[in-house]
């Protein structure tokens, strides 16, 4: 069985809907980052602090993401003098393709557990320019990726059809990178061939495969797939690709991830490519209050809907702002369901309904 550190998340999150459902998780209070006019390619690259968390053995572990400014331009950059961490070794698990926009929590660097007030830096250079940010354990960022026993959460549950099955997120999630060899097409033999991205396709199926084996609640997805060097006529010597795991029991769900790691790695072995698996963060759940859901119930029930009740699995704002404030969510419902796509569309008399409870939410709050 391959070696990984999976984290499992919990994620709890009250939310109603007005004649549809969607789902929602919690995420990382964001880093400010500094702000210049937008581009389409030629920007730069800012590294992101997420916050710290502290380890079983008493280490702790840094999370942390990125901003890539330019809105049409994803980059590749190799480990080395232009993706580097100090001091240490340069690679310690920092990507090395970055997708266009702000990227949460996507590695974490792990320090000992008398760091104190030393820091590291992770320098990314990107279309010439240089961008250094320090990291250190900063008291004002603790954060909790596990579940939060003290509050009682638990991983969510939520089904798209009345009485069908239950799924829970967010998810046991990796990221891995298969390694081959990179050639020209035209002169490499197949038979002598070490493509990265051949095996990653019979890993994405096998991924596929171990889900659909499972029971009903069992899901899982290649949301990812980064290759390089991403030349038509050139053999992909690398590929990067997410693995999502989600169900709606830990036990089956748990089940499946190292199944989904073993039968990756039985592939490279048989492709003989290189396999890497490197942890990828979840963070603590996000409960909405009580009384204020509660409001809001009512307020959508006073426009003639029924509210529904469900949690969530997708990142929100609101999760951010309930280390400030109590927190309640109103959702629309979307045509077909679709999320996360420029189909996603919303009846104009709902969003009315939607405007009509909000007001008399906030006026009830006000009496």
């Known amino acids: ?8 998340t919990a994620t709890l999150a009250g939310v109603l809907a007005l004649g549809g459902a969607l789902v929602a998780t919690a995420q990382q209070k964001p880093e400010p980052l500094t702000m210049g006019p937008a581009r389409e390619r030629g920007a730069s690259i ?39 961490i100090e001091p240490g070794e340069p690679d310690q698990g920092q990507p090395t393709h970055f997708e266009i926009g702000r990227q949460w929590g996507v590695f974490v660097v792990k320090v000992p557990k008398d760091y104190g007030k030393q820091k590291f830096t992770w320098t990314v250079v990107a279309n010439g320019e240089v961008q250094s940010i320090p990291f250190t354990l900063n008291p004002g960022y603790p954060i909790t990726p596990f579940e939060e026993l003290g509050m009682g959460n638990k991983p969510p549950a939520l089904a798209f059809t009345e009485g069908g099955p239950k799924v829970t997120g967010p998810p046991v999630g990796v990221a891995a990178t298969l390694t081959g060899k990179a050639g020209h097409a035209g002169t490499s033999s197949m038979a002598l061939r ?31 797939l980064a290759v390089a060097p991403g030349a038509p006529n050139v053999i992909p010597g690398r590929v990067e690709f997410t693995i999502d795991v989600r169900a709606g029991r830990d036990e089956v769900r748990d089940a499946a991830a190292p199944r989904i790691l073993e039968a990756i790695a039985a592939i490279a072995a048989a492709r003989a490519v290189g396999l890497e698996v490197r942890e990828v963060q979840a963070l603590a759940a996000s409960p909405c209050d009580p009384a204020l859901t509660d409001r809001l119930a009512e307020a959508v029930a006073a426009t003639g809907q029924p509210p529904r009740r469900l949690v969530s699995g997708a990142g929100h704002d609101a999760m951010v702002m309930a280390a400030l404030a109590p927190t309640a969510m109103l959702f629309i419902r979307c045509a077909d369901g679709i999320s996360h796509n420029p189909l996603e569309d919303v009846i104009v008399q709902d969003v009315e309904r939607a405007l009509e409870a ?10």
């Open 46 to 84: 800012t590294p992101a602090f997420e916050g710290w968390y502290q380890n079983e053995d008493g280490s702790y572990s840094v999370l942390i993401g990125y901003f890539n400014r330019n809105s049409k331009e994803a980059l590749d950059i190799p480990i080395g003098p232009n993706n580097r």
């Open 194 to 224: 070490r493509d990265a991205l051949t095996a990653a396709a019979e890993a994405v199926l096998a991924v596929e495969r171990v889900a659909r084996e499972g029971p009903a609640d069992l899901v899982a997805t290649v949301g990812r």
């Open 358 to 367: 909000m007001l008399r939410f906030i006026e009830g709050l006000a009496a």
């Open 1 to 8: 069985m391959l070696s990984s550190k999976i984290f499992r």
